[in-house]
Antibody, heavy 122, light 110 residues
Framework: QVQLQQSGPGLVNPSQTLSLTCVIS??????????WNWIRQSPSRGLEWLGR?????????VYAESVKSRITINADTSKNEFSLQMNSMTPEDTAVYYC????????????WGQGTLVTVSS | QSALTQPASVSGSPGQSITISCTGT?????????VSWYQQHPGKAPKLMLY???NRPSGVSNRFSGSKSGNTASLTISGLQAEDEADYYC??????????FGGGTKLTVL
């Protein structure tokens, strides 16, 4: 079955860039039957979908309007993983960040990564 | 994209049934049958409970059911059990190839 394993720092300085990685097992990041998502959760914002990347003859990315100017999601086919980068981090970006899989015409999120608590503080 | 609207909390006694509503717009819930529901226990990642409005993944109890009418989806849990106490979130696919979550509902089993 598909499993997602997240990695990345738990502490980020204000104004710096967050980088998180989600390693995929049991599926391929470049599969045209999968879509790879990032979500975050904080007490103030609840669950917030951040964006997705997927391959359909070319790589496509879609980002939430709320973070569109600060976010990049990339895939690394050599490592079978995808990543999240978010710049200009502020304390309001403190949250648990999750990666999750969906698919075309199967627009639900399953499985999820284990989550990474990211604290933005100096 | 605004969050879907859920009640902050619901409660019920063991054996009873409860329903959690999730209200969106014609750009999300009203436009697609891609509504899913997630259960989350403290400190854990969300767990998929229903997809495509009313379909259960393998292993999810048939006490969980879903429906949709217009811009509002609902999750019903029948025969409440203590283990059902958790936070529940709805999610919908939305225009622009995006997704949107509800604000979450805390279920208390009395």
């Amino acid at each position: 079955q598909v499993q997602l394993q997240q990695s990345g720092p738990g502490l980020v300085n204000p104004s710096q860039t967050l980088s998180l990685t989600c390693v995929i097992s049991g599926d391929s990041v470049s599969s045209n039957r999968a879509t790879w998502n990032w979500i975050r959760q904080s007490p103030s914002r609840g669950l917030e979908w951040l964006g997705r990347t997927y391959y359909r003859s070319q790589w496509l990315n879609v980002y939430a309007e709320s973070v569109k100017s600060r976010i990049t999601i990339n895939a690394d086919t050599s490592k079978n993983e995808f990543s999240l980068q978010m710049n200009s981090m502020t304390p309001e970006d403190t949250a648990v960040y999750y990666c999750a899989r969906s698919a075309p015409y199967q627009e639900w999120l399953d499985p999820w990564g284990q989550g990474t608590l990211v604290t933005v503080s100096s | 994209q605004s969050a879907l609207t859920q009640p902050a909390s619901v409660s019920g006694s063991p054996g009873q049934s409860i329903t959690i509503s999730c209200t969106g717009t014609s750009s999300d819930i009203g436009a697609y049958n891609y509504v899913s529901w997630y259960q989350q226990h403290p400190g854990k990642a969300p767990k998929l409970m229903l997809y495509d409005v009313n379909n259960r993944p393998s292993g999810v109890s048939n006490r969980f059911s879903g429906s949709k009418s217009g811009n509002t989806a609902s999750l019903t849990i029948s025969g409440l059990q203590a283990e059902d106490e958790a936070d529940y979130y709805c999610n919908s696919y939305a225009r622009g190839d995006t997704m949107v979550f509800g604000g979450g509902t805390k279920l208390t089993v009395l």
